[in-house]
């Protein structure tokens, strides 16, 4: 792999991408992928597996030159193989959403604190997008157009992710959230549950772990939010079933004046295997 400083190799075509630019100019594309356009009324998250890790010699093509540059960051070429899926699944989406070709769809990750590119992704005149990838299983989050003032957030982790959870809890639980979990049964798989809603939450805000998680308090029992003085608006939290062996929460953030309506907000969730299957495997192979 390509060092940093030298940049990841430029981007090959790949065994699906021809298959894809043919779909796009015969007008198959739509017809192929299952409907992406959340209505105004809900908010979809397409799961799709991540795959078995390659070790490509470059970039999926459907990236487009930062995204590159952070692929090639990556050590490890399952993270490259998550981070990948992620954007080649977001880019389809999204593209089919705005009735836009894929490599046409503007992904703006710039963080809000370093202007590095991997902050909360938004798309210019596009749905509402969160992303989130661990283990072996990728989400993507598609929600209205952002512009009504609807964030959302996603996060997934594998259900095996216990190892470290007192660490989790001893830095980043409320301590209400401590008193709750006091003697509670299954305590590493309440914490993971307590924090993926957590996590969800914060990525919905668009600052992640920039502000204190424990200044968030959510319930351990049901997905909702106790307290949260960084967001006074209304605010939503959704367990999704995922997939087998995994734990995911949706956050939904309104403004202070309710709008967009939350409680009615229709919530789905679909196999982006699909999606992928349109353009057909390897994905990120040379």
């Given at each position: 792999?390509?060092?940093?400083?030298?940049?990841?190799?430029?981007?090959?075509?790949?065994?699906?991408?021809?298959?894809?630019?043919?779909?796009?100019?015969?007008?198959?594309?739509?017809?192929?992928?299952?409907?992406?356009?959340?209505?105004?009324?809900?908010?979809?998250?397409?799961?799709?597996?991540?795959?078995e890790?390659?070790?490509?010699?470059?970039?999926?093509?459907?990236?487009?030159?930062?995204e590159?540059?952070?692929?090639?960051?990556?050590?490890?070429?399952?993270?490259?193989?998550?981070?990948?899926?992620?954007?080649?699944?977001?880019?389809?989406?999204?593209?089919?959403?705005?009735?836009?070709?894929?490599?046409?769809?503007v992904?703006?990750?710039?963080?809000?604190?370093?202007?590095?590119?991997?902050?909360?992704?938004?798309?210019?005149?596009?749905?509402?997008?969160?992303?989130?990838?661990a283990g072996?299983?990728?989400?993507?989050?598609?929600?209205?157009p952002?512009?009504?003032?609807?964030?959302?957030?996603?996060?997934?982790?594998?259900?095996?992710?216990?190892?470290?959870?007192?660490?989790?809890?001893?830095?980043?639980?409320?301590?209400?959230?401590?008193?709750?979990?006091?003697?509670?049964?299954?305590?590493?798989?309440?914490?993971?549950?307590?924090?993926?809603?957590?996590?969800?939450a914060?990525?919905?805000?668009?600052?992640?772990?920039?502000?204190?998680?424990?200044?968030?308090?959510?319930?351990?029992s049901?997905?909702?939010?106790?307290?949260?003085?960084?967001?006074?608006?209304?605010?939503?939290?959704?367990?999704?079933?995922?997939?087998?062996?995994?734990?995911?929460?949706?956050?939904?953030?309104?403004?202070?004046?309710?709008?967009?309506a939350?409680?009615?907000?229709?919530?789905?969730?679909?196999?982006?295997?699909?999606?992928?299957?349109?353009?057909?495997?390897?994905?990120?192979?040379?």
């Amino acid at each position: 792999m390509a060092s940093v400083a030298g940049g990841p190799p430029a981007a090959e075509p790949f065994g699906w991408h021809g298959s894809l630019h043919n779909s796009l100019h015969n007008g198959r594309m739509r017809r192929s992928i299952p409907p992406t356009h959340p209505a105004a009324g809900s908010c979809v998250v397409w799961w799709a597996a991540a795959g078995e890790p390659a070790a490509p010699t470059a970039p999926p093509s459907l990236l487009d030159s930062t995204e590159r540059q952070r692929w090639g960051t990556f050590w490890q070429a399952a993270d490259r193989q998550r981070y990948a899926v992620g954007v080649v699944l977001t880019r389809l989406v999204v593209g089919a959403a705005l009735g836009q070709r894929p490599e046409a769809v503007v992904i703006d990750r710039r963080c809000g604190w370093c202007e590095r590119p991997h902050g909360r992704p938004v798309v210019a005149g596009g749905p509402a997008v969160s992303v989130s990838h661990a283990g072996g299983l990728v989400g993507v989050a598609i929600g209205p157009p952002a512009d009504i003032g609807l964030c959302v957030g996603l996060d997934v982790e594998p259900v095996g992710a216990t190892a470290h959870v007192e660490e989790v809890a001893a830095d980043l639980l409320s301590s209400a959230e401590h008193d709750a979990l006091a003697g509670v049964q299954d305590r590493p798989a309440a914490v993971l549950r307590t924090w993926v809603r957590k996590e969800a939450a914060l990525k919905a805000i668009g600052r992640g772990l920039a502000d204190d998680p424990r200044e968030l308090t959510v319930s351990i029992s049901a997905a909702t939010v106790e307290r949260w003085p960084a967001h006074q608006g209304t605010r939503r939290l959704v367990d999704l079933r995922a997939r087998s062996g995994y734990v995911a929460s949706l956050a939904l953030l309104a403004g202070p004046d309710g709008q967009p309506a939350l409680d009615g907000l229709d919530v789905q969730e679909r196999d982006g295997d699909t999606v992928l299957r349109v353009v057909g495997p390897p994905l990120g192979g040379s």
